[in-house]
């Protein structure tokens, strides 16, 4: 069984940066996407960014250039690192990994949630 363990997050100023982490509890077979999503409250969830065997694959325009996605093998976490955060930054982010052929195979963190005063 896989289970993801998110934790970070929390009040954060306008620019300043918070680092969420992913834990992932047992062992994926095959290959997968890690991805972190947000939704922010009245809005459609969103995709923020992907991480592939190779590496990142995919930032969304929002957050490009102050947001990165990355992962730690050994300890089998994957971080998103936010940086310069702005008022359209506040949500709930998830943690997901998905199989890249078989994409029924998905699993899904719980949402530290992610608040910028001000």
């Known amino acids: 069984q896989v289970q993801l363990v998110e934790s970070g997050g929390g009040l954060v100023q306008p620019g300043g940066s918070a680092r969420l982490s992913c834990k992932i509890f047992?062992?994926?077979?095959?290959?997968?996407?890690k991805k972190w999503y947000r939704q922010a409250p009245g809005k459609q969830r969103e995709l923020v960014a992907a991480?592939?065997?190779?590496?990142?694959?995919h930032n969304a325009d929002s957050v490009k250039g102050r947001f990165t996605i990355s992962r730690d093998d050994v300890r089998s976490t994957v971080f998103l690192q936010m940086n310069n955060l702005q008022l359209e930054d506040p949500a709930v982010y998830y943690c997901?990994?998905?199989?890249?052929?078989?994409?029924?195979?998905?699993?899904w963190g719980n949402g530290p949630q992610v608040t910028v005063s001000l």
């Open positions: 047992g062992d994926l077979f095959g290959s997968y996407f």
């Open positions: 997901n990994v998905h199989h890249s052929l078989v994409h029924e195979i998905d699993y």
């Open positions: 991480l592939a065997d190779v590496g990142p694959v």
